[in-house]
Structures are given as C-alpha cells and as structure tokens.
C-alpha cells in the first residue's frame, strides 16, 4: 500500500502528556480524599460527557498531595536507585486501574460486569436485576477527546453517530508506514533521505544499517472489498474491480489514486462521505478509532488540556507550526515556545482493541449470531524469542509472527467446543493463517472487554468506524464473518499511557498475557531474549510492581481484578535500572565482549543503557524488540540545549534517534547538550533551509561515517511530531 503526504513522522508514536500516580511500598492504608463536587463537562465523543480520571487513579494534578506525589516520579528520575523503577511501576499500575474505570453514564454493574448503554439488542447477559445487558464496560477513556476527530453534538440534539462529523483524513498506521519506508526508502513527499535497505540479516551493524524500523518482509494488509461495500451500501461487485486497481503493484501511481477517488465517490454519491480516503489509501479516521492498519483497533485519545494545546496552536496534521517554528534558526526560542503550550496536565494514550465475533448460546453455531466459535488472538511468549537478540536484531516481529493463538470463549458451557482456533489473516499479503489444535482457552472476562449492541453501533459509531471495525474483524477471521456485527466483542489488548507529571515525561504501557511464561522459563537475568515474563511484569508480583496487597485489594474495590489479572505492565522514565534492580549494562545484551558502539560515545566516554521496554503489541510492527520509549522519545523530542522549563519539556525539535555517531537504541547519551544525536542532527547540517531534500553536508568528523554528503547511516525523521501519528485533526 502506498502512502502519499508522510511528512517525516514516521516513528513518533505520541509524545503529550500526563497522567500519574504518587507511589508507596508501604503496606499502611492510604486514605482516599472525598471526591469532589461534578462540574459540567464538555462533550467530545459519542460516549457522552468527558470524564477525568478518579481522584483514587492517584495522578498527580489530582492528588491530594501533588508536590509529593510529582516528587516522588521525579526523584525516582533524578536520584537513580534499585529501588526506583518499583517506585514508577506503582504508579504506572494505579494510572492503568484508573484508566480502566466505567463511564458514569454507561449502566454499569459491577457485580456482574455488565453494561446497558445505548441499548442491549444482539447482547445475552443478565445484569443484577436480571435485565438484558452486554457484557463488559465502557471505559471513561472513551469519552475523551481522540485524534480522529472528536465529536461535539449540538444543543438538544439527539446523540446519533453520522459521518458528518467525521474527520475524514487519515495518515498511516505503523505497520504501513514501516513497510513504505522498508520498501521505497522513502517516504513519499518526505522532504529527507533515507539510504536504501537491502534484505535484512539476522543481527544488522547499527553503525551501517538503520535499525529504527523493522527490516525485512513486512504484511500487507489490503482492504476487503465487504468492509466499503458493506458500509457504503454497496454492491461488491462495484468495489472490487477497484481495489483490484487500487492494489495491482504493475498498476500507476496516478491510476491507483484514481481507483481510491473512485470508491470515495461511489460511497459519497451514496450519502456516505469520508469512508474512503484516497490520499491515504484505505479506510479514513472516525470519529471513535483511528486506521491502524491491522487487526488491531486504535483509539489516541488525550486529556482535554492536551485536545486544547493541539487545537489552539494549530499542532494538528496538516499545519506547518512546527516547521515554521524551526525553520527560524533558533531552536532554543522555537523549544521554548512549545514548551509554553504544555503542562502537566497532558494525558495522551494509544489503545489496541481487538475484535472478537460473540457466540451467542442462543444460536447455532456457524450461523448469524455464532459466525465464529472462538475468537483468535495471537499471546506474546517471551520463551519463544529467545533466539532474538534484543540489542542488534532488527527483523519485523509483529504478532504475524508469532506462530499461534489463544482462544477467546465469548459463550462458556453452554456452546459446544472446538478442537483449533484460527487467526485467517485474511487478504494479508506477507502472512498466513494461524491455526492453534487444542488451543488454550480464556473465557472473555478474562479481558477488560466490551461487547457491541446493535443500538452502540448505529448510535455511537460512525459508518468510518464501523468500516474499521469491519476490516479489522475480516482480517481476523475472514469474509465469513461478515465484518463486526452486534453482539461481537472488542477486547483490549494493549495500551500506552503516557504522561507529563515529570519534565522528562512518564510512560507506561500495558498487554493482555496468557500468564504461562515465567521465569523458570525465562530467567529475570535473561535480559537480552526474555523481556516480559509474566510472574515478573505482572502487578501482583510485589517484589518487582512496587504495589502491595492492600493497595492491590483497594484498586480491586474500585474496579474489580481484571485490570491486572490478566495485564502487564512496562515502565519507561529513563531509569538506568533493569526490573530486578540490576544496573543496566552493555554486557547484559551481548555474548561475550560487547562492541565499542554499544560501549562507547564518539568522545570515548562510557554509555550508560536504558532497559529493554516496549510493548509487543505495537512495538514491533515498526521498532525492533530491543527498544526503549523513554529512549526513543526523548530523542525525538530534545534539542540543541535544554529548554528553561525543564530537561525535556520541550517535547519536540530535530533530532535523530539513531545515526553512525549514535547507533545503539538503548544508550543513555546524556542530556541534550551533551548527545551526539542531538549536537549533530543529520551530521552537520550545513542546509539552512532543513526542509529540503539536499540539507545535509556530512562530514567525517567525531566518528560520523558518511555516504557522498549524507551522514551514513540516515534514519528517517528531521521533524518530531508529539501528536499520535498525525491522526489529530482540526477540530470543527
């Protein structure tokens, strides 16, 4: 698929925010202050008024004690300890149980977690009262203000999802902007130069090769014709002669956008606009999820300070604040600038939902109601990629690759059971289905999860998003399935929570495990193959999360177990400490004697390392395994010298992550002033203009290895976006 208008975003994934939690390893009570009065809220999303975060959630703007509670992150930071990343994985794990809270208004029931908003026509379950309910929660994030475009319903009219309100635009998910830039080398009307990557090899020289985004065969997700013409109403018939254009690789640029204009128009003349995107290729934004590109289902939502500092600074796509900003020649006034726009209250958060078809006891199997008996979902084994160098590989590894699946029972007892689960990847060019004998089964509570009336679709969703639920749901388990239907479910699989409490930023980022990975399997010293072993990620491990069991006991009061039972969690403050408290060390991550560019800066001083921490949902369809957030962000987001308002609190700037003179993706170079990644972005550029596809003069000075005048390797960014891959829009 090819992708027009990148402009240099590529492997930003959303860098504005905040969120937190004040943390104790304390086993004493803590007390709850009073909630306080409801003030009237602006309304963003179908869902209903915009809710914040429970005073309980324990994020700093809202603790009883802020000063302590953003000392506490920050000190962890800044007076480095063992005992430091169990300090910020207690408060990434309160802001996850937070964040997973009901929405007010939804009818939920916690005794049987059940929901009745909108309607319950096409649900099964029974609530409390014995009524007619879907299972699963509306959690409060679903009425924050996203980076489709959120929707803001007129006085006294009735809440109803249209595609008036859409976005419309939409730029790429992270798998396709991977695969443009592996295959091209560039992006397409990107205004830099990225050197040409051949076949990939088992453990790539980073001081030869970029190693930022995944090399190698990367899927090819093409849309199924059902998901347009079925939103569209549309006969397939008129769709798919072009798609066949639309993806036939001897085909023209020009004739290929022209098969894309052509289904725009179909589906506008027949009264629905905003479905088709031609200059994206594919399916537009809606107004509840954004087009990852995959069978995953991504909604970027931010707090209402982040939705405002974007739309009242024109930060959203298509703009050229931050370019204009820079292209002044004054990075230090253009950092200070940004930094203006922020505070701590930013909140920006990246969610995988995955579509899972309902069997209804009530129906017959394979039949409308049961299209699908057990739904498929890929688990991340960390014993099964021990053979994964985690600081030199660089192979595409996402869930395609993983080789089996899981099944999810959304029925129990009551349907009959299968002997296989499968994951059909269905018109997925690169991958093939993925089918599991005997597969381990989880009954669907055992996922923070939502099940889909027939009433939520028509009312909360948008026919864009219910196109990408569509196609995400094909992928999944092909034309058979007919797409997303009522009575389906959407489980959470994984989720970036990134926060700005702390100048340098919080994140944290959490997925659904099976939980039969250990450290018997992987040992916690294993640190170069076996990243997220499930008794030492998880939230109930106390030796390793920083939470106790009172705290536990208090979270599960608020919300029930799920939010850890069955989750993760990764932390990433730029702590030099690996999770068993460890000091981080090269030699960690090597066989035998590491490489000077593993050890070493350009000066000959010693690197310090950050850990391994990335989530395997959403990393690897674009990074390698061996990558750090904290690391890769603050790359993306410092400059020259540090800003007057904190270390990085700029949050965005030109920089690099990766080049010859920088080439390790877990070192610690230092501040900004002091980074050979930030000193030197695209090795000396001697181009005033930095827009322009000639602006480097590379020269080998500082053990910068050059290629003509490009600085060898390149990557593939002059330009850091912190808004979630461009998706925000200007609001209407």
């Not at 939230?539 to 608020?558: H, I």
Request: glycine share 6%; charged share 20%; with cysteine.
């Amino acid at each position: 698929m090819k992708i027009k208008n990148l402009l240099s975003r590529i492997s930003i994934v959303t860098l504005a925010v905040t969120l937190s939690s004040s943390c104790s390893n304390s086993d004493k009570a803590v007390e709850t202050p009073p909630e306080p009065a409801p003030k009237e809220q602006t309304t963003f999303s179908h869902f209903g008024p915009y809710q914040p975060l429970p005073t309980w959630s324990d994020w700093c703007p809202i603790n009883s004690d802020k000063a302590k509670c953003t000392s506490t992150l920050r000190n962890a930071v800044q007076e480095q300890s063992a005992k430091s990343r169990k300090t910020v994985r207690a408060h990434g794990w309160q802001l996850w149980a937070g964040i997973t809270s009901p929405l007010d208004n939804s009818g939920y029931d916690k005794k049987t977690n059940t929901s009745t908003m909108f309607g319950t026509q096409g649900c099964w379950a029974k609530n409390i009262s014995k009524q007619s309910a879907c299972s699963g929660v509306f959690p409060l994030w679903l009425s924050w203000p996203n980076t489709g475009l959120p929707y803001s319903p007129k006085t006294n009219t009735t809440l109803e999802a249209t595609n008036v309100d859409n976005a419309g635009p939409a730029v790429a998910g992270l798998i396709q902007i991977n695969r443009n830039f592996s295959e091209s080398g560039t992006p397409q009307s990107a205004s830099n130069t990225i050197l040409t990557t051949t076949a990939t090899i088992q453990d790539p020289d980073p001081t030869k090769v970029q190693t930022v985004n995944t090399l190698g065969p990367i899927p090819t997700y093409k849309v199924p014709a059902l998901a347009i013409a079925k939103q569209c109403k549309l006969p397939k018939s008129d769709v798919q002669p072009q798609l066949a254009v639309a993806y036939d690789p001897k085909t023209s640029d020009k004739d290929q956008l022209k098969a894309w204009t052509k289904l725009d128009t179909l589906c506008t003349q027949n009264g629905y606009p905003n479905i088709v995107c031609p200059s994206a290729s594919g399916i537009c934004d809606g107004t509840a999820f954004v087009n990852q590109g995959d069978v995953m289902i991504a909604t970027e939502s931010l707090t209402t300070q982040a939705w405002d500092a974007v739309q009242n600074n024109a930060l959203y796509a298509g703009t050229s604040t931050l370019a204009d900003l820079y292209a002044k020649g004054d990075e230090q006034v253009a950092a200070n600038k940004v930094a203006s726009w922020f505070n701590n209250e930013f909140i920006s958060t990246k969610h995988m939902f995955w579509p899972v078809k309902g069997c209804n006891p009530n129906a017959k199997q394979n039949e409308l109601g049961c299209r699908v008996r057990y739904g498929a979902l890929p688990p991340w084994v960390p014993k099964n990629f021990k053979d994964k160098n985690y600081a030199t590989n660089a192979d595409y590894l996402g869930y395609e690759k993983w080789g089996e699946v899981v099944a999810i029972d959304t029925c129990g007892k009551d349907c009959k059971k299968t002997s296989s689960a499968t994951l059909e990847l269905a018109h997925v060019e690169g991958a093939s289905a993925i089918t599991t004998q005997s597969p381990s089964v989880y009954k669907v509570k055992d996922f923070m999860h939502l099940q889909v009336s027939e009433e939520t679709l028509n009312n909360a969703f948008t026919a864009t998003d219910r196109a990408l639920l569509d196609q995400a749901t094909i992928w999944a388990y092909g034309d058979d399935s007919n797409g997303f239907e009522a009575g389906d479910f959407l489980v959470v699989v994984a989720m970036h929570v990134n926060t700005k409490e702390i100048d340098s930023w919080a994140f944290q980022s959490v997925w659904w495990s099976p939980m039969n990975d250990s450290s018997n399997d992987c040992p916690v010293k294993k640190y170069n193959q076996c990243f997220g072993q499930a008794d030492i990620y998880k939230a109930t491990e106390f030796k390793y999360s920083g939470l106790n069991r009172k705290l536990v006991r208090k979270l599960d009061k608020k919300v029930g177990a799920t939010w850890r039972n069955n989750y993760l969690l990764t932390d990433s403050y730029g702590i030099n400490y690996e999770i068993d408290g460890a000091p981080v060390m090269a030699s960690n991550y090597f066989t035998g004697t590491p490489p000077k560019w593993a050890t070493q800066r350009p000066d000959g001083d010693t690197i310090t390392m950050l850990p391994v921490s990335m989530n395997p949902y959403i990393e690897p369809v674009i990074h390698p395994l061996g990558t750090n957030c904290q690391n890769c962000h603050r790359r993306a987001g410092a400059v020259n010298a540090a800003p007057n308002q904190g270390e990085y609190a700029a949050g965005v700037g030109r920089a690099n992550y990766q080049n010859a003179q920088c080439p390790s993706l877990l070192a610690d170079y230092g501040l900004p002033d002091n980074d050979p990644c930030m000193l030197k972005p695209w090795a000396w550029n001697q181009n005033t203009k930095w827009d322009e596809k000639a602006n480097n003069n590379c020269q080998e000075k500082d053990g910068t290895l050059c290629s003509g005048k490009q600085a060898f390797p390149i990557v593939n960014t002059d330009q850091a976006w912190f808004v979630a891959d461009e998706h925000v829009q200007k609001a209407k």
